[in-house]
């Protein structure tokens, strides 16, 4: 008894846990990924099916008309339809996914931070470079288009924020192109879900050695900086390891 007790005292333990999703096997991410994901979206598992069904009775069909005969003509045709049904099942759960997670980060101190880790390479994301008393946040990337300063919290007081580190940021890096952005839902705010987006078309004014350049004068400004803590709260992270699933690929 007592050694059954230590056993689910340790699973228990084990369960509460938080695992990182970057150690995750492929097969165990799809798993969490489709559990996170039917949370908020019960019926995924029939969106799912449906787009297996119907793209891979289309597929089987586009296969089955092309030139050939007997054997090889039926097994060209199920091996279409199940290529078809796949990648449109995995498109359909990426995007369902996607919007899950978005929906469940939505709100959270650090949700844009998190949010912005879907950006690829040639990107960099600093979480909370600034925040008030209030806990309102400025994350700050750093790509093509120049700096990007994004801010979430009250829209009033995140906007002071923002416009105090903007001038911050010209001051040590005057040609550099300087881009605020409130997340939110209000009147010119972008919303979480279309935040990526909107931060990669903002356009391309820098290049790789503009780029280190800037990266270089911005550390040396963060160096002045004293040293600022995270907001308290829940800061999702689930986006980072399981970017791949929530893409469809």
């Known amino acids: 008894m007592a050694k059954q007790a230590k056993l689910d005292k340790k699973a228990a333990k084990a369960a509460q846990t938080p695992v990182d999703p970057a150690k995750m096997s492929r097969r165990r991410q799809l798993v969490e990924t489709y559990r996170m994901t039917k949370k908020t979206d019960p019926r995924i598992g029939l969106w799912l099916l449906g787009a297996f069904l119907v793209f891979g009775v289309l597929g089987f069909v586009i296969f089955k008309v092309l030139p050939g005969s007997g054997v090889i003509e039926w097994i060209l045709a199920v091996v279409g339809g199940l290529l078809f ?18 929906g469940q980060m939505e709100g959270q ?32 990337v750093v790509g093509p288009p120049g700096i990007v300063l994004i801010g979430e919290g009250n829209p009033t007081r995140v906007r002071q924020l923002l416009a105090s580190e903007r001038r911050k940021h010209e001051r040590v890096a005057r040609e550099t192109p300087v881009f ?28 790789g050695a503009e780029l280190t350049d800037v ?21 999702p992270t689930s986006m980072k390891g399981m970017r791949g699933n929530m893409r469809g690929r």
């Not at 650090?110 to 209030?134: D, V």
């Not at 605020?180 to 078309?201: D, S």
Request: hydrophobic content about 45%; proline content about 7%; overall charge positive.
């Open 85 to 102: 049904g796949t990648l449109a099942a995995m498109v359909i759960f990426g995007r369902r996914a996607q919007n899950a997670a978005y």
């Open 109 to 140: 101190p650090g949700a844009a931070a998190a949010a912005l880790r879907m950006l690829k390479r040639g990107w960099i994301t600093e979480p909370a470079i600034a925040f008030n008393r209030q806990q309102d946040v400025v994350h700050r």
């Open 180 to 207: 605020e952005v409130v997340c939110g839902r209000g009147e010119g705010e972008v919303p979480l879900p279309k935040l990526v987006r909107h931060v990669q078309k903002l356009g391309r004014n820098i290049k």
């Open 215 to 235: 990266r270089n004068r911005l550390k040396a400004m963060d160096a002045n900086r004293s040293a600022i803590p995270l907001p308290k709260g829940p800061v």
